[in-house]
């Protein structure tokens, strides 16, 4: 059982490692939901585990983290539920140029980062 729990703990790296470097690629007066950073890091579905990753960072760890927010309908919304962090989460958006509701809540619309896709490669032209 204990090669079984470092496998995991392996797997749980990478997973964090992945959902981290997600974080780092979203610009400045931008958001992304935890969904979509788990998505792009290759998680369809994992809001959760991106969550988890989020709230296992650190100083550290180096992460805009005031740029992932929830999402409620079209919007995306402060999540922490912590008032002295959603306070600090607010603040460092608003320095980035994010409007942020009274109650709130971020237009996605306006605020959120769509990464462009990348484009596929063309095979090279066969030689003769």
Do not use: C, N
Not at 47 to 62: C, E, F, H, I, L
Not at 85 to 106: F, K, N, P
């Amino acid at each position: 059982m204990a090669a079984s729990s470092r496998e995991l703990t392996a797997h749980g790296q990478a997973v964090r490692a992945a959902i981290h470097a997600v974080v780092r690629r979203i610009p400045r007066g931008k958001v992304a939901t935890y969904a979509q950073i788990a998505e792009l890091a290759g998680f369809p579905g994992g809001a959760r585990v991106a969550g988890a990753a989020m709230k296992t960072s650190t100083p550290a760890d180096r992460l805009p983290w005031q740029r992932v927010v929830g999402k409620r309908g079209g919007l995306g919304v402060i999540a922490i539920h912590d008032p002295v962090g959603a306070a600090v989460q607010r603040g460092l958006l608003a320095d980035e140029g994010v409007v942020i509701s009274d109650r709130g809540t971020i237009a996605l619309a306006r605020f959120g980062w769509l990464p462009l896709a990348r484009r596929p490669r063309r095979p090279a032209p066969r030689r003769r």
